[in-house]
């Protein structure tokens, strides 16, 4: 058939493509392919497994024996071997599924009957598995070059029509009749003189077991005084040896006492001494480590505020020294300027004498008018007496200032011998 774009098909089908681009089909079982149309075909070809029912009826064994066998048999084309799958398309492309069928159907049975007359009936009847072994095996053989392969083979029935099977059963039945006969005659007989033979050795045993029983008694008597003499030897050994092992014991009880106490005592002690590790270890934890950062921290403190101190009065000294340079440099340059500043007035008072004094003593006069009137300006209230002849109020007290202005060139030639009045008399 021709078709175009995908062609697909289910799991127990192939496709055959052939035509343009392929040199051989192509055979695609259980799938999908692309097909052109026109240039290229597409063919399906069955995978289903088919069930034969395989008749050969009056087919003649090898003893000459007609009889009839039935087989099913279970066989499909092999899609999953491409060999095998290129083969069956050779063979049945084109056929249908019941074409195929019947082909299979018909090798099988040429096989069956083949294997049939190769073999006697008893081997047939009797070894069936060994008979479908055989039809499979071969039938596999010659179906495989049609690309198809046998999945299983059964022999399903075995007739005949002359009777053969039904004597052979007849026969068996009759050998198993009689020898079920013999054998249980001979099982009764066996049985009588088994029973006999265990009767007379029930007894022999009865016999035998009294005897047995008597000698035993006297035995056990024989032996039971022994016994006595033993146990009671033995019990007085017992309660010796208990009484012995009893102090022994309780030695060792005292002695295992002894030996836990030491252990008691051990293990006190090295209690003891771990407790002593322990609080020396806590000890060096909580107070000598903390002392030994502690006074590490002080002494650097120390060092620092040491080291801190000495480069502050290092520091401080070396500005004392700047200053004092300083100063110095200031008091020299202030001591030149003065000295460069009176020997100019020396200068000038030698040049001009008179003048000067009376210039210094205008100069002075108001300050120590000013200072004259300092105690007044002070005063919060001036209480003045008069007799009515001279000046009173502002005008006195400015009397009185003045009074005492004027006496000043008088304290100055009393303290310095210099006649400040007379100098400025002459000046004029």
């Known amino acids: 058939m021709n078709t175009c774009g995908f062609v697909t098909c289910g799991p127990n089908e192939a496709l055959v493509v052939s035509g343009c681009c ?21 063919q399906k070809i069955s995978l289903n497994t088919m069930t034969l029912q395989v008749e050969s009826p009056t087919v003649y064994t090898s003893q000459g024996v007609p009889i009839s066998v039935t087989g099913i048999a279970q066989v499909k084309i092999q899609g999953q071997n491409e060999e095998m799958l290129s083969t069956a398309c050779e063979q049945f492309l084109g056929k249908s599924e019941e074409e195929i069928h019947n082909i299979a159907l018909v090798t099988l049975e040429g096989h069956q009957r083949a294997i049939m007359g190769s073999m006697t009936v008893e081997e047939i009847y009797k070894d069936r598995k060994k008979f479908s072994k055989e039809v499979f095996e ?37 050998e198993v009749k009689r020898d079920a006969r013999i054998g249980e005659a001979e ?49 007085a050994e017992a309660e010796m040896a208990f009484e012995l092992q009893s102090a022994k014991t309780k030695q060792r009880i005292m002695e295992e006492q002894m030996q836990v106490k030491v252990v008691e005592r051990c293990q006190e002690i090295s209690v003891q001494e771990q407790e ?29 505020n040491k080291l801190k101190t000495v480069m502050e009065a290092e520091a401080e000294a070396e500005a004392i020294k700047i200053r004092g340079d300083a100063e110095a440099l200031a008091i020299e340059a202030k001591a030149k300027a003065e000295a460069e500043q009176m020997a100019k007035k020396a200068a000038a008072w030698n040049e001009y004498k008179s003048a000067a004094m009376i ?17 007044l300006s002070q005063a919060k209230k001036i209480t003045m007496v008069s007799s009515g002849n001279g000046a009173i109020g502002a005008e006195k007290l400015t009397e009185e200032v003045l009074s005492i202005v004027a006496r000043v060139p008088e304290l100055v030639k009393t303290m310095t011998g210099v006649d400040v009045a007379k100098v400025c008399v002459r000046s004029h």
């Open 187 to 235: 099982a009764r007989r066996d049985a009588q003189i088994r029973e006999a033979i265990a009767e007379e050795q029930r007894m022999a045993a009865r016999f035998l077991n009294d005897t047995e029983i008597a000698k035993a008694q006297r035995d056990f008597e024989l032996k039971k005084a022994a016994y006595d003499v033993e146990v009671q030897t033995k019990k």
């Open 276 to 304: 002593k590790l322990r609080r020396e270890k806590e000890l060096e934890a909580t107070v000598r480590q903390p002392a030994n950062a502690e006074k590490y921290r002080l002494e650097k403190m120390a060092e620092a």
């Open 359 to 375: 210039d210094m003593m205008l100069e002075t006069l108001p300050r120590v008018a000013a200072e004259v009137a300092a105690p």
């Open 138 to 174: 071969v039938a596999s053989s010659d179906l495989v070059n049609m690309g198809i392969t046998v999945v299983s083979y059964t022999l399903k029935d075995i007739r005949d029509e002359e009777g053969y099977l039904k004597a052979l059963g007849m026969a068996r039945t009759a």
């Open 22 to 42: 392929y040199g051989k089909p192509l055979l695609v079982p259980g799938g999908r392919v692309f097909v052109w149309p026109i240039v290229q075909q597409v």
